[in-house]
């Protein structure tokens, strides 16, 4: 009985070691585990893949007759619940700031704020060295010098008129870069794989900015195509929002409280950010992708805006033929309370609850777990806007996409606004419904949230 016990064992461990030796000379792949599952991001939920109606499910109250409802799929994605509020935008301008900051020690000569490596010197310039984040920037530094570069950039002196030192908005600038893929896709700029070059007469119309005299200048440039960075397209934006627009786009109210504290007061922290262009919620969502990054072993697909399609798809919360994100055809539930943050009746903007803006997530979520899809903020996408669109783009993840240059006419500048905000009528709080706003312009109702691409089925 033990010799034959003895024997299974053997056998066993023996199909076990043949087993686990992938044979030799053959196709095996590289042993990457396919069983990788990717961590849920911080204030983010799964939207899983599916089909639905993409368009206006209403007659058009602007008499479009080009809004043509089409059936598409979408794949997987990450969304944010909410949207981005006052508190969590202020982290980024923070960032910018503390790395103005840095840069501007470093510049004057202070290494102890450059990074420094194990075993070897930090050859870089001044202006391209790593930083060290692990110092604390000494904002009230007894040096003369080091204080004096600190006020310099960040503050200016108001205090001939009874104020407080305030941070300088001017001052706080992002660069941040993107591929003009659409250059890329050009018959004219196909890349030659038997060669390996592009060809002779390529080249790629881009985007640069920089600052001359204190402000900032964009400008289109045409660059020769010979490698992927002359793809490369820069913006540097301003990124502290907005806040004169409360009372430039409400003139004869009374905004003034609005345009002081909307942003910085603590009152206002789980408030949803407002006043921002387009163009600074994409710098956003670069530098959320590279804050992400730097913090994880494995990064993951880049933050974004979602497209018009994801946007539509997750405010209909599963429902393909959803008029509102909560499913029903009416703005109020059984027991009469309005479901949203909007214009509810003529000029009785308060009968919702709030005035302007509101708490983000003061209303019950769809059935996907995503608050204030409709009302409270219009809420910016990726998509260009064009009455046509639906007519044009492909059925499977379909996006109507063009990266405006800094030359284009305003007209190519118009993105996709979805969702309604708190001085709409309850029109635009359905979920096919669209608008556009240019790229440039800031409102004190139109946010953002983000989206990232989901990595697995």
Same mark, same amino acid.
């Given at each position: ?14 199909? /076990? ?28 939920? /799964? ?102 570069? /600190? ?153 974004? /805006? ?152």
């Amino acid at each position: 009985m033990g010799v034959k016990n003895n024997l299974t064992v053997i056998l066993l461990a023996t199909t /076990l070691l043949v087993g686990c030796n992938k044979p030799v000379g053959e196709l095996v792949g590289l042993g990457m585990k396919d069983s990788f599952v990717e961590s849920q991001p911080w204030g983010m939920v /799964l939207i899983k893949r599916g089909s639905f109606m993409m368009g206006a499910n209403d007659q058009s109250a602007i008499g479009e007759i080009n809004d043509k409802p089409v059936n598409v799929s979408v794949d997987a994605f990450w969304m944010d619940e909410t949207e981005i509020t006052n508190d969590k935008y202020k982290q980024f301008v923070v960032w910018v700031r503390d790395s103005i900051a840095l840069r501007s020690l470093v510049m004057a000569g202070k290494d102890e704020y450059r990074m420094k490596f194990k075993n070897q010197t930090d050859d870089a310039s001044p202006e391209f060295a790593r930083l060290n984040w692990h110092i604390k920037i000494p904002w009230g530094s007894k040096d003369e010098e080091t204080q004096s570069i /600190l006020d310099s950039l960040f503050y200016q002196d108001n205090n001939a008129l009874g104020f407080k030192k305030q941070i300088n908005p001017g001052k706080l600038r992002y660069k941040y870069e993107w591929i003009n893929y659409d250059q890329a896709a050009l018959p004219s700029n196909k890349y030659d794989v038997n060669t390996g070059a592009y060809p002779a007469g390529a080249v790629a119309r881009v985007d640069t900015s920089y600052v001359q005299n204190g402000v900032i200048v964009n400008k289109t440039i045409e660059r020769k195509l010979r490698t992927r960075k002359d793809l490369i397209s820069t913006r540097i934006v301003n990124v502290y929002p907005d806040t004169i627009m409360w009372l430039r786009d409400f003139q004869y109210s009374y905004n003034d409280p609005k345009m002081r504290m909307y942003f910085s007061h603590p009152g206002f922290a789980n408030y949803p950010v407002v006043g921002v262009t387009w163009e600074q919620a994409q710098a956003f969502c670069q530098w959320r992708t590279q804050l992400y990054n730097n913090s994880h072993t494995v990064g993951g697909q880049d933050y974004r /805006l979602p497209t018009e399609a994801e946007w539509e798809y997750a405010a209909r919360g599963g429902r393909r033929m959803a008029l509102y994100p909560w499913g029903g055809n009416y703005v109020r539930d059984a027991k009469g309370c309005f479901l949203a943050n909007f214009k509810p009746m003529r000029g009785s903007y308060t009968e919702d609850g709030g005035a302007t803006t509101m708490k983000v997530a003061s209303f019950p979520p769809n059935d996907f777990g995503l608050f204030d899809m409709a009302g409270n903020v219009a809420e910016w996408t990726s998509s260009a806007y064009y009455d046509s669109s639906n007519t044009l783009v492909s059925d499977m993840n379909p996006n109507f996409q063009y990266n405006a240059k800094n030359s284009d006419p305003d007209v190519l500048k118009r993105k996709v606004v979805k969702g309604g905000s708190w001085k709409d009528i309850a029109y635009y709080l359905q979920c096919g419904v669209r608008t556009y706003e240019y790229q440039y312009e800031s409102r004190p109702y139109i946010g953002f949230r983000c989206v990232r691409s989901y990595n697995g089925e």
